[in-house]
Structure formats: structure tokens, C-alpha cells
């Protein structure tokens, strides 16, 4: 939904829309956020900024750090994720299949939703403990500059692409003007292969390749993203032993759902 559809839909709830983005702020490896912190991620003013970590807080989804003005994140969240996770049978099915695939490329095999204009780790699995990326459940990736992200932009009906495009060219021009001019090769490789690759545009120390699981579950799409070091060897050649790998995972595990 655009800023301006939310403008006009009366059922909008600004305040609860206001108290998730302050906890979509934290990244990965950020242990403490302020209310500063908050207020300049989300634009919103300080003093709406205060009231929102109060309450968060008072329900259990941030935690005030003793003697400190910054807050980390809640047991709440949690227990509030846990049972869609619990309940996305996939990521148990797949889990053999993805662990073999990381061993025999000696590196990290995840599975990846779309949230919004980002993608978002479900399920992972690493052999290789060396990679500078850690792809954590619940970690966070960017759309435009990573196999993921691409492989689901290429598989996505055109208006919903344009809407996810559009978000990002808003939310982040400097991003999106960097990248942009690089997607029309993803569709040609996407087109050609069913697979979209990165050659170090996100991580310089890692290859990335994904592809779609057709088969959509509980009207989500499901992306199988593979990286591995980029030391250990060129990526033409990296590309053509992982590719048809991560393709026959993805074919066993649509045979598996089909029965």
C-alpha cells in the first residue's frame, strides 16, 4: 500500500503502524537503539517516538536497559513469531535437502520471503562457518542487490513488481539508482535459467544464486537462496555446479509437496 492509499483508507491505524516500525529499526548486530535512533529511522517526532517505547515496553516487546536510555528487543516478538514459524511446515521438509546442498558447496542454503521491499530469512542452514555472512532466521537482506531479492522480483506479476519497485525508489533513491540499471540482465538470467545470481554487489567475500518455488504455500513465495565464499573459486564456474544443484532441490521439494 502506498503513503498515499494509507492517506485515504480511514481503517489505517497510524498508531499501531508507528509502534511496528519502531521495532523494525534494529539490524542485525545492533544490540541497543535510543529514542534518537528511533526517531531518525522512522521520521517520526520525538515525543511520539517516547510515548511508542513507553508502551512497547509496559506490553513487553522492548526492554529498557538498566541505567541506560537505550532499549533492545522484547521476549514478546518472540513469542509473537514463533508460531508462524512453527506452523511453516516447509522449512522442516526442506531441511535434509538444504543442509546436504551447503556441505557439497561449502557454504550456507536458506529459504527467503519477501516483507515489503526487503527479504527475510525463515530457514537456513551453513556448512561453511568461515563465510562473513551469517544468514540468521529472522535476518534481513536488500531487494535489488541480492540473488534473493531479484530471483523475486523477476518471478513476481508485473504490477506487484512495479508497487515493490516503487517503494524502494521512494524509501531509498540512492539505493535504488545504484541497482536499477543492473535488473534488466536478472530478468534476462532469470528468463534463460530460472535462477538469478550476485556477483559480490551485496558481499565482496560471497557469491549468491536463488530460485522460486513455484508452488506457492499459504499464498507465499518461497525463494531457496545458496551463497558460498568467493575464495574458494571463480564464480562462472561456481555458478554452473551450484545452479543445477539449488534447481534440483527446489524440483525434489515441489515433487514432495505435490504427494
Not at 497510524?14 to 534518537?36: D, M, P, S, V, W
Not at 520471503?113 to 525463515?122: E, F, G, K, N
Not at 523477476?154 to 540512492?174: I, K
Amino acid at each position: 500500500m502506498s503513503g498515499q492509499q494509507r492517506d485515504s483508507d480511514p481503517q489505517y491505524a497510524y498508531t499501531l503502524a508507528n509502534g511496528i516500525e519502531i521495532l523494525a529499526c534494529f539490524q542485525r548486530g545492533e544490540k541497543f537503539l535510543g529514542n534518537k535512533d528511533f526517531a531518525e529511522r522512522t521520521g517520526l517526532s520525538p515525543s511520539t517516538v517516547a510515548r511508542l517505547t513507553y508502551t512497547l515496553v509496559e506490553l513487553g516487546f522492548l526492554r529498557r536497559m538498566p541505567g541506560s536510555p537505550k532499549y533492545r528487543p522484547g521476549l514478546k516478538l518472540l513469542l509473537t513469531a514463533y508460531p508462524m514459524l512453527a506452523d511453516m511446515q516447509l522449512r522442516q521438509l526442506a531441511r535434509p535437502l538444504m543442509r546436504d546442498l551447503a556441505e557439497r558447496v561449502n557454504g550456507a542454503v536458506s529459504i527467503v520471503v519477501r516483507d515489503r521491499y526487503r527479504m527475510v530469512y525463515v530457514e537456513t542452514s551453513r556448512a561453511n562457518e568461515l563465510l562473513e555472512t551469517h544468514p540468521d532466521i529472522g535476518a534481513w537482506m536488500p531487494m535489488l542487490s541480492t540473488a534473493a531479492g531479484k530471483a523475486w522480483l523477476c518471478h513476481a506479476p508485473s504490477g506487484q513488481r512495479e508497487s515493490v519497485l516503487n517503494q524502494l525508489r521512494v524509501r531509498d533513491p540512492a539505493y535504488y539508482e545504484a541497482c536499477i540499471q543492473q535488473f534488466p540482465a536478472a530478468q534476462v538470467e532469470y528468463q534463460q535459467t530460472r535462477c538469478c545470481s550476485n556477483q559480490g554487489q551485496w558481499r565482496k567475500d560471497s557469491y549468491g544464486f536463488a530460485t522460486v518455488l513455484e508452488r506457492q504455500i499459504d499464498s507465499m513465495t518461497f525463494i531457496f537462496n545458496c551463497g558460498v565464499p568467493s575464495s574458494d573459486g571463480v564464480f562462472e564456474d561456481r555458478r554452473q555446479e551450484v545452479v543445477p544443484q539449488l534447481l534440483a532441490l527446489v524440483q525434489s521439494l515441489d515433487g514432495y509437496l505435490g504427494r
